[in-house]
């Protein structure tokens, strides 16, 4: 059976998992910790982050896009009849979420309302792309999941998350993201991709008095003069 090591709030991990889950690949899962990895997964991994694969013949694979393009390789496509071109299409759509996760990681870990606002500009950008391109759904490319759905599903995930424990929408000028988001909340994918506690690490991570987000978005607070601290890798 194939076996991900994983770190329990990493979006390129859940967007391997959410995709394993769709198809209905049976698999491990290890959880490791980033502040204390093992030595067994750094003999393994070249980068020392992950998400790792580990082939049934116990091969390790690294890079989360290269995990996904080996899990399209062994398995049936979510789209069947998908063209050359279609497949093309979604796998640029698909790189725009990813280039994004970390994008949206150090957004969250934003200390204050400057912080928040000039870090989420980058992000409102891939937003705004998705808004113009989305038709009337309920998935990305119409009534059919695919590999873009799942590709932006960790985004949306964290998304909705905020909003719920925090109050800030990132998504409030977006109606069709929105609806998309709801699309595959509906399809059980996002606490099917993610460990039982994983909202409390999130929470504790993301959502805790050190964050603007965390303190509930206030923009009555005073942004503070200090220096924003280096925000942490949370896949490596």
């Known amino acids: 059976m194939i076996k991900i090591v994983s770190f329990k709030i990493c979006p390129l991990v859940q967007r391997v998992t959410a995709l394993l889950e769709a198809k209905g690949v049976p698999y491990d899962i290890e959880f490791i910790s980033l502040s204390d990895k093992p030595q067994w997964f750094l003999d393994i991994s070249p980068t020392g982050q992950v998400p790792l694969l580990i082939t049934e013949a116990g091969d390790a694979l690294f890079e989360s896009d290269a995990i996904v393009e ?84 960790p985004l949306l995930h964290r998304a909705q998350l905020v909003r719920e424990h925090s109050g800030y929408d990132f998504l409030a ?53 200090e220096p924003q601290q280096k925000t942490t890798n949370c896949c490596g």
């Not at 279609?86 to 640029?92: F, K, L, S, V």
């Open 70 to 153: 080996y899990i399209e390789e062994i398995t049936p496509p979510l789209v069947a009849d998908a063209t050359p071109v279609q497949r093309a299409r979604d796998r640029a759509w698909s790189y725009q979420a990813s280039k994004h996760y970390l994008v949206q990681c150090s957004t969250m870990q934003s200390k204050d309302r400057s912080v928040l606002a000039e870090r989420e500009a980058k992000l409102t950008k891939a937003f705004e792309k998705a808004e113009r391109q989305l038709g009337d759904g309920p998935f990305f490319n119409g009534s059919t999941l695919s590999n873009v759905d799942i590709a932006w599903l």
């Open 173 to 225: 000028d977006y109606p069709k993201i929105r609806a998309w988001q709801c699309a595959l909340a509906d399809t059980g994918l996002y606490a099917k991709s993610v460990s039982d506690d994983f909202e409390e690490k999130f929470s504790e991570f993301y959502l805790a008095d050190r964050t603007f987000l965390g303190r509930g978005a206030d923009f009555s607070e005073p942004a503070t003069e």
